[in-house]
C-alpha cells in the first residue's frame, strides 16, 4: 500500500477526533438537560442534576484505562489497529445509551446500565486522542509538528458544534415534553452513522514514519505503561497537570455553565445552546492560531500567555456569568472558550514531545487522560456544589486555582518544541 497523502492522514486525525468528541459532548449536553429526570428516581432537581454530573464524571475515570489498554498496542504493535478499535468501542457505548430505556421502565438497572456504558464511552476516547495526537505530529514536517497537531485537537470543537446544534435543533423543532420522552436519544443514534465514516477513512491509513522507525531499531516495549511510571515519572506528572486547566474552563464554561443558565439564570434551552455554539467558534478560531504561535515561538511562552488569561478569568467569572445579563454572559462564554482553545491547541504537539517513540502512544493517552480525572471529571460537579453553597464566585475561584496548578508545570518543563 502507497503511503497516504499529508491531507489524508490529517483528515483522519480530525474526522476520527470530531466523532469521538461529538459522542463525549452528545452526553454531556444530555447531562445538563436530561439524564438527572430520565436515569435516576424523582427528587430535587438540584439533587438529579448532581447524580448526572456524577454519571458525566465516570467516562473520566474510564479514560486512563483505555489509554494503558489502547496505548500499550498502539506502542507495541502500531498506531493504525488502536485507532479503529478505539472508535468502534465509543460509537458502541454512544449508540446503546439511546438505546437504554430509563429509570421509570426498568427502576434501578437504568442508572447501573448507563454508568456501564458510560465507561464503555471512556475506554474508547482514552485509547482515541494519543492515536490521533501521534498520527499527526509523527508525520509532520520539520518545525511544523505544532501546526499539524493542532488537528486532532480540532475535533473538539467541531464536536462540539455538531453535537450543540443538533440538541438546538431539537429543542425548536419538537415541545419540552417529546424532546424529554424521545427527542434526546437521537444524537445517539446518529453516531452509528458517523463512526462509520470515521471506519471509512481510517481503514486507508498506514503506520507512522516514526513508529516504523522504532521498530526497526529494537523490539517494542514489553509493558510501555511500566516504562513510562519507572522512566519518565516526572514527564508523566508534568504532562497530567499541564492540562488540567484546559479541561477545567473547558467544561466549566460549557456543562456547568449549561446546567446554571437554564437553570439558575433561567435562560431557554435553545437560547443558551446557541449562546455556547457561537462561544465556540472562539475556541476553534485559537486552536490553529495558538498552534501556529507554538511552531514560531516556543510551546511554553504560548501556554503561560493562555494561563495567565484563564487565571484573570476567574475573577471575571462571578460578575459576567453570574450577572445573568445576555452580553456578559455570552462574553464570559467567548473569552473562556478562546483561552481553551489557545492552551489546548499546543497539547496536540507538547504531550507527545515528551515521551520518545517507543512509549509515545502510551505516555501522551496516560497524561492526556489522568489530566480528565483532576480537571474535569468532577468540575461540574464541584461548580454545581459550589454555586449552591457559596455562590459563583467561588467557582471563579476553582477556575483560578486550576490555571495555577497548570502553569506551575509549564514553567517546571523543558522547551518540548526546540528539535521541532
Known sequence: MSPPSARRILVASFVGTAIEFYDFYIYATA?????????????????????????????FLARPVGAAAFGHFGDRIGRKATLVASLMIMGASTVLIGCLPGYASIGWWAPALLCLLRFGQGVGFGGEW???????????????????????????????????????????????????????????????ALVGVGLYVRLKLTETPAFRAALEQAAPERVPLATIFSAHRRA???????????????????????????????????????????AILFMALAIPLSGWAADRFGRKPVMVSGLLVTA?????????????????????????????????????????????????????????????IVGASGAPFAAQWLADRGGIGFVGLYLAAAAGISLAAILAMPETGRDA
Do not use: H
Not at 436515569?39 to 458525566?56: C, D, K, N, R, S
Not at 488540567?244 to 435562560?267: C, E, I, M, P, Q
Open 312 to 372: 484573570t478569568l476567574g475573577a471575571v467569572l462571578g460578575p459576567m456569568l453570574g450577572s445573568g445579563e445576555p452580553a456578559l454572559v455570552l462574553g464570559f462564554l467567548c473569552l473562556a472558550l478562546f483561552a481553551m482553545g489557545w492552551i489546548f491547541g499546543p497539547m496536540g504537539a507538547l504531550l507527545p514531545e515528551l515521551f520518545p517513540t517507543r512509549v509515545r502512544y502510551t505516555g501522551a493517552s496516560v497524561t492526556y487522560n489522568l489530566a480528565g
Open 236 to 278: 508523566t506528572l508534568l504532562g497530567t497537570l499541564a492540562m488540567v486547566a484546559a479541561y477545567a474552563v473547558f467544561y466549566l464554561s460549557t456543562v456547568f455553565a449549561l446546567s446554571y443558565g437554564t437553570g439558575t439564570l433561567g435562560y431557554p434551552r435553545k437560547t443558551f445552546l446557541l449562546f455556547e455554539c457561537v
Open 31 to 59: 447531562a445538563a438537560l436530561v439524564i438527572g429526570p430520565i436515569f435516576f428516581p424523582q427528587g430535587e432537581p438540584g439533587v438529579q442534576t448532581l447524580q448526572a454530573f456524577a454519571t458525566f464524571a465516570i467516562a
Open 130 to 192: 494519543g492515536g490521533a495526537a501521534l498520527l499527526a505530529v509523527e508525520n509532520a514536517p520539520p518545525g511544523r509538528r505544532a501546526l499539524y497537531g493542532i488537528f486532532p485537537q480540532l475535533g473538539a470543537p467541531i464536536g462540539f458544534i455538531a453535537a450543540n446544534l443538533l440538541f438546538l435543533g431539537l429543542s425548536v423543532s419538537l415541545t419540552p415534553a417529546d424532546f424529554e420522552s424521545w427527542g434526546w436519544r437521537l444524537p445517539f443514534l446518529a453516531s452509528a
